[in-house]
């Protein structure tokens, strides 16, 4: 298999850092899976990042070399670097076997028999003090892992059984589950399981020297205590030289110097035991993230190339750009936090020749980029401005048409100075694509027998959006209404310019305001039927009979019907057949120039019978008619 893959070495090499700084790693994929990477892998093994494989593009993979198979993660979307970790001396050691003797045992179903476990939270609350952010547990096979406090507080401890003591879930994945605990440490404190200590020594007695000598807590004279808070203070040599045996209940007892102490629940150091507040893990030193997120949570990136367009995965762009870089993030104080992974792209990526393109951003602002490239960090992608000043963009128009919906306003406007009248009538949701499929269906008698252009709209094509872009003439990023959650726009309206020339104005609606305007619309509810557009209908006639100078009228009956049926049924193509038909009454109504376009056009859903969407960066959503139709003149 050839890949292509890169080291986490020469990763932090960009950023004149090495894997020494770091104390281990936690890569975690999309599921939940996570490993961590020990220091030692992490300084003296490779740690390797693949991203492609035989020339398909894949989701980030990390990997140990040789390693085994739990330190494959695919799909990964954070490798975490840890800062390292600085020795936390032991001020106090749980017997394990002797807490969990008294607490609430739970059935527990795994590897197919019926076992017991208790709940990892009840024990930590009910001993420890401390709440860090990472619980380290070190096996009897050796392994050692870390897991986050919030993560081992949520699973379950279980005591018998197949690989008990082990740390597990119902949902955790096999990988991240720790087989044959016998130590925890917790901030200061250490759990240690006799059981298990016994299991790897293969006896059924040992000395203190021979499992507590590196968790004892350094310290002349300990205090050994039981469960019912009975204490005595004991020689820490002597402890050291004490035998350790489980009593029949598992319950931890030791013979010291001929006396025997039974039940034991504690070693302590006899300094007073940690509060919850004296966070002794990680508070301090580099932690650097790479991230990136589960593709279901990813917009894709949309390009549109006359009228016709793709959605590309960041996983897609990748592949088309062919390389690979790293690009660093900085928290608020100047110091490095996160590196994402990147890459760089022109439009001719995407055509095959550098074009004449226009970025669109999230914001809803459209940009001229000129030759400056697009740039992908991690699944982001973003545009550089003239200026060299960075956005983050939600597609690319590449050829884009010379209209847009903007032009409403100032078409109007135009008019309104030359003290011609103007109607603009906007057919919500008639989208480039159901114009030309209704055109081709013999559904546009009049509308067809005059010019179109076609034009851009906003993004995000959604009604508010569109309906803002029209009335002001200006991007969402300027008029201040991105989607539909805004109402108050930040730009005058052309209503209030057509008052300011002292001229008379009139706004036909559905049967709801969508956004706040100087004119207040005429609400028209819908009588009986699906849809508002013969009440709008009738509403704009008689507000036509009253000739203002300017009057808006906004149909939502195609909208309404293509999300109802999709954009091509014949049932949308019979409603845009009756918009058709009113448009041409209300032509003959009007003594003055008209507008016909629309806020946004519809995709098809997919997986939903057809049925119609819209809100994406897509030529179905972005590409709508523009139709002027100018009153003549030379009458």
Request: charged content about 25%.
């Amino acid at each position: 298999m050839k890949l292509k893959k890169t080291t986490l070495s020469a990763v932090l090499e960009h950023f004149d850092l090495e894997p020494s700084d770091f104390g281990s790693a936690v890569a975690r994929a999309s599921d939940g899976y996570a490993i961590e990477i020990s220091e030692d892998m992490l300084w003296q093994k490779d740690v390797m990042l693949v991203f492609e494989a035989d020339d398909r593009r894949l989701s980030l993979r990390v990997y140990v070399r040789r390693e085994r198979a739990m330190y494959c993660v695919r799909d990964v979307v954070s490798l975490t670097l840890l800062p390292r970790a600085v020795a936390v001396p032991v001020e106090s050691v749980l017997f394990f076997d002797t807490a969990v003797r008294a607490m609430k045992k739970e059935p527990y179903a795994a590897y197919d028999e019926e076992t017991e476990a208790v709940k990892a939270s009840d024990f930590l609350d009910g001993y420890f003090e401390e709440k860090p952010e990472f619980i380290k547990a070190e096996m009897i096979d050796g392994l050692v892992k870390r897991e986050q406090y919030s993560v081992f507080s949520k699973g379950f401890l279980k005591l018998t059984g197949k690989n008990a003591v082990q740390f597990t879930a119902p949902d955790l994945p096999a990988g991240m589950r720790m087989k044959g605990i016998q130590t925890l440490h917790i901030g200061k404190e250490v759990s240690v399981s006799l059981k298990m200590a016994f299991e790897k020594s293969e006896c059924s007695e040992l000395l203190g020297k021979d499992f507590l000598k590196d968790i004892l807590p350094e310290t002349d004279c300990l205090k050994l205590t039981g469960p019912d808070s009975t204490s005595v203070e004991i020689e820490r040599q002597d402890v050291l030289e004490a035998r350790f045996y489980q009593e029949k209940d598992g319950a931890a007892s030791c013979e010291i110097n001929g006396k025997v102490y039974k039940n034991i629940l504690r070693l302590d150091s006899g300094r007073e035991r940690p509060k919850a507040s004296d966070r002794s893990d990680f508070s301090s030193g580099k932690k650097l993230v790479m991230r990136l997120e589960p593709a279901s949570q990813i917009e894709p990136f949309g390009v549109i190339d006359g009228e016709a367009s793709e959605l590309y995965t960041p996983g897609a762009l990748y592949q088309k750009a062919g390389t690979l870089l790293f690009y660093p993030q900085w928290d608020e104080t100047g110091g490095l936090c996160a590196v994402v992974p990147g890459t760089t792209l022109t439009d001719g990526a995407f055509t095959g020749e550098e074009g004449r393109s226009h970025a669109v951003g999230k914001d809803g602002g459209m940009f001229n980029i000129g030759s400056n490239p697009i740039e992908l960090r991690g699944n982001t992608v973003f545009g550089r401005r003239l200026d060299g000043s960075l956005f983050e963009m939600a597609g690319l128009f590449v050829n884009e048409p010379e209209t847009t919906v903007m032009s409403t306003a100032w078409d109007a406007l135009e008019c309104l100075k030359n003290h011609e009248k103007i109607m603009i009538i906007e057919l919500d949701g008639f989208g480039l694509n159901i114009y030309r499929k209704a055109l081709s269906s013999g559904k546009l008698p009049f509308l067809s027998s005059h010019p179109m252009r076609p034009a851009m709209t906003v993004f995000r094509p959604v009604s508010h959006s569109g309906l803002a872009a029209m009335l002001t003439g200006t991007t969402p990023d300027v008029n201040g209404i991105h989607n539909r959650n805004g109402r108050t726009l930040l730009m005058p309206d052309v209503f209030e310019r057509c008052m300011a020339m002292g001229k008379e104005c009139a706004y036909i609606e559905g049967y709801s305001k969508l956004i706040n305007t100087s004119e207040e619309p005429v609400l028209n509810p819908s009588r009986g039927g699906t849809t508002t557009d013969k009440a709008v209908f009738e509403s704009a006639l008689k507000a036509a009979e009253k000739h203002p100078d300017l009057l808006f009228i906004h149909f939502h009956g195609i909208d309404d019907d293509a999300t109802t049926y999709g954009p091509y049924a014949s049932e949308t193509m019979e409603r845009v057949l009756k918009n058709d038909t009113m448009v041409s009454r209300l032509a003959e109504e009007w003594n003055g120039s008209i507008i016909v376009t629309a806020d946004h056009g519809l995709h098809e859903e997919t997986g939903y019978d057809s049925r119609g969407s819209h809100g994406i960066f897509c030529a179905e959503d972005m590409l709508v008619p523009y139709i002027y139709i100018k009153k003549d003149t030379t009458e």
